[in-house]
């Protein structure tokens, strides 16, 4: 049996994954706001990684995997069903639905509608069994992190920020000692609360805004795709 020899450049990204993954956790900061997001970011590079490395050894010849790998190639482990192309489609993002714009999708060509539809049918009928939501209701908005918002935002989205640790000035002091009580009591990074709760300054909020789709009016709007070529039309 050949030695195994683990593939280098998944290998190599795995090692880099890890180190960045004790970097933000062994030598986390807690006055660094941006810590919470890079410690989930390492750690999903770490496991995409590690699944890209299993993926380049499932690749290599039986005699070169390590031992007890796999049997022989009838026997090889593969991934796990909803690790796949979408999965990966969605990438590093959290989203946890799709949403298509109907106006768009009834623009695209018939033939790729055909397809569409035979998609969502096939899905549909593959998961009659499962319980769903009756309705989603979708609005278009904006994302943004919290400590990176103006204010103008935090006050659309229904965030405070508070700089005085729950302190308020008193209501009879001038400009002038209202501008001295604000530097004396001030903190470096203010504690933000939505409805009462108090918000993690790395968390991503979103604020409504107007949908640049318009309406598919009945499926009368028409929005001309554009595409690389009209050939297999």
């Not at 699944?51 to 031992?67: C, F, G, M, S, Y």
């Not at 992190?145 to 640790?165: F, H």
């Not at 979103?206 to 554009?226: A, F, K, M, Q, S």
């Amino acid at each position: 049996m050949s030695v195994y020899y683990a593939p280098v450049a998944e290998h190599q990204q795995l090692i880099s994954a890890a180190l960045a993954v004790i970097e933000t956790t062994h030598y986390y900061r807690e006055e660094d706001p941006h810590a919470d997001a890079a410690r989930e970011y390492a750690e999903e590079q770490l496991a995409l990684a590690a699944r890209n490395l299993a993926r380049a050894v499932d690749t290599l010849p039986a005699d070169e995997q390590p031992i007890g790998w796999t049997k022989d190639d009838q026997a090889k482990p593969s991934s796990r069903d909803t690790d796949g192309p979408i999965h990966d489609w969605f990438s590093l993002t959290y989203s946890n639905y799709l949403v298509l714009p109907r106006t768009l999708m009834q623009s695209m060509p018939t033939e790729w509608q055909e397809r569409m539809v035979a998609c969502l049918n096939e899905m549909q009928d593959a998961f009659q069994h499962v319980p769903q939501a009756e309705v989603y209701d979708v609005h278009a908005a904006t994302e943004h992190i919290v400590n990176e918002m103006t204010d103008t935002e935090l006050k659309q989205a229904g965030i405070e920020a508070d700089w005085y640790r729950g302190e308020t000035p008193p209501e009879w002091l001038s400009a002038d000692n209202l501008n001295e009580w604000r530097a004396q009591h001030e903190t470096n990074s203010p504690t933000y609360y939505r409805d009462d709760q108090e918000l993690d300054p790395g968390t991503r909020v979103l604020i409504p805004t107007v949908d640049p789709v318009p309406h598919y009016n009945r499926g009368r709007t028409y929005i001309e795709p554009r595409v690389g070529t009209e050939a297999a039309w």
